[in-house]
């Protein structure tokens, strides 16, 4: 576990030196796709190394990926405008929606709207979704770009802290498995909450 964390680490600081920006808004743009690359992979390490070597500067960071955010989904609320609902669930199974995820995406779209573009930016799961239902029904586009960047603006703000924080952690840094158990589980955990809050407690009520 050592040596892969460091090596991953150790390669991604690399490709940022010389990717700079374009790569982080690249890997945001596949981040908010159907493909499964966690935001939490992408900007964290950015933030830190631009706040110890200064190669790059944290707003700027913040605005990649927001950038990126909004490039992937606006990508993935054109395609299903233009496909149509029956294509999205006919073939979204072989890009890893599935009709479930497209169902619970257009409940959690129908319940919270607007609100529902920029709380979704906070969350696992529905993150990389919301563009579908936003384009099967046909969302004023504009809206839905502006929630969208508001909310990839304060997530990217909130992981470009918690990479720096997590950078001065001198035991996660090394590598140390009880170091990354705790982050990953405090991450988890507050990921957990966002999720109860805003997923869960919605789906329990449509069910009574």
Request: net charge positive; proline share 5%; hydrophobic share 50%.
């Amino acid at each position: 576990m050592h040596d892969l964390f460091k090596e991953l680490i150790d390669w991604y600081t690399r490709s940022l030196e010389t990717g700079g920006y374009p790569l982080i808004v690249l890997l945001m743009f596949i981040e908010s796709t159907f493909l499964p690359l966690p935001s939490e992979l992408v900007i964290p390490p950015a933030a830190y190394l631009a706040y110890t070597k200064g190669d790059m500067n944290l707003t700027g960071i913040i605005i990649a990926g927001a950038l990126g955010s909004w490039l992937g989904a606006t990508a993935m609320y054109w395609t299903s405008r233009l496909a149509g609902r029956p294509l999205v669930l006919k073939f979204g199974k072989y890009f890893l929606v599935p009709p479930d995820k497209v169902a619970k995406a257009e409940r959690w779209a129908a319940a919270y709207g607007n609100f529902g573009i920029f709380a979704s930016r906070l969350l696992p799961v529905v993150r990389h979704l919301i563009g579908i239902p936003a384009g099967i029904v046909q969302m004023n586009y504009w809206k839905f770009s502006l929630w969208t960047i508001i909310g990839s603006t304060l997530w990217c703000g909130v992981l470009c802290w918690l990479g720096i924080k997590a950078g001065q952690d001198a035991a996660l840094m090394r590598g140390d498995l009880h170091a990354i158990t705790l982050w990953a589980m405090g991450i988890l955990a507050v990921l957990g909450v966002f999720y109860w809050f805003f997923v869960h407690r919605h789906m329990q009520a449509e069910k009574k």
